[in-house]
T-cell receptor, first 113, second 110 residues
Framework: DTAVSQTPKYLVTQMGNDKSIKCEQN?????MYWYKQDSKKFLKIMFS???????INETVPNRFSPKSPDKAHLNLHINSLELGDSAVYFC????????????FGEGSRLTVL | DAKTTQPNSMESNEEEPVHLPCNHS???????IHWYRQLPSQGPEYVIH???SNVNNRMASLAIAEDRKSSTLILHRATLRDAAVYYC???????????FGSGTQLTVLP
């Protein structure tokens, strides 16, 4: 069973469209994250949720809106997509505060044309 | 935030030990040293972490300098499956700090 799963794995869309990426974890963790990996391979945190509550919101445009319906799910919705949004988006989860291990999904590659 | 410096790339022969260095001269007393690796087309994978003492697990060993300004990830016998980008990160217990730099691309030669 995949611990952290994301869908879709690939997403190609036009500028201005709205799209969503879904994430689910079956590890029983209480904290979930969205990371963005750019073309230079830098991986930067975007959001973090703990027990469905937003605890980290880095300097991300308002066009990005995370939603956590329950502890096991954290979805990412992006409005009015721009070329610069093209990247690989990773979902991750952990148990509690992060001094231990983060579990990452396989990533969702978003290409905006 | 304290930063880490790693070589851009390293090569190793299969079945030989690999020592991946990381400098973190501005580390604070509460920073944990974390290592992750990212295989091609996959998400990062946790390898090991430590605070002051050397650490061992089934994947690797982590050697931490006495002054904590540097650390070394040791893969005892490199395999082709160990070819990946290895990231050294400092973490004070907040996911906000878990921004991964460019890491070290490890190539394992058969």
């Amino acid at each position: 069973d995949t611990a952290v799963s994301q869908t879709p794995k690939y997403l190609v869309t036009q500028m201005g469209n709205d799209k969503s990426i879904k994430c689910e974890q079956n590890l029983g963790h209480d904290t979930m994250y969205w990371y963005k990996q750019d073309s230079k391979k830098f991986l930067k945190i975007m959001f973090s949720y703990n027990n469905k509550e937003l605890i980290i919101n880095e300097t991300v445009p308002n066009r990005f809106s995370p939603k956590s319906p329950d502890k096991a799910h954290l979805n990412l919705h992006i409005n009015s997509l721009e070329l610069g949004d093209s990247a690989v988006y990773f979902c991750a989860s952990s148990q509690g505060q992060v001094t231990g291990e983060l579990f990452f999904g396989e990533g969702s590659r978003l290409t905006v044309l | 935030d304290a930063k880490t410096t790693q070589p851009n790339s390293m090569e190793s022969n299969e079945e030989e030990p690999v020592h991946l260095p990381c400098n973190h001269s501005t580390i604070s007393g509460t920073d944990y040293i974390h290592w992750y690796r990212q295989l091609p087309s996959q998400g990062p994978e946790y390898v090991i972490h430590g605070l002051t003492s050397n650490v061992n697990n089934r994947m690797a060993s982590l050697a931490i300098a006495e002054d904590r300004k540097s650390s070394t990830l040791i893969l005892h016998r490199a395999t082709l499956r160990d070819a990946a980008v290895y990231y050294c990160i400092l973490n004070r217990g907040s996911a906000r700090q878990l921004t991964f730099g460019s890491g070290t691309q490890l190539t394992v030669l058969p």
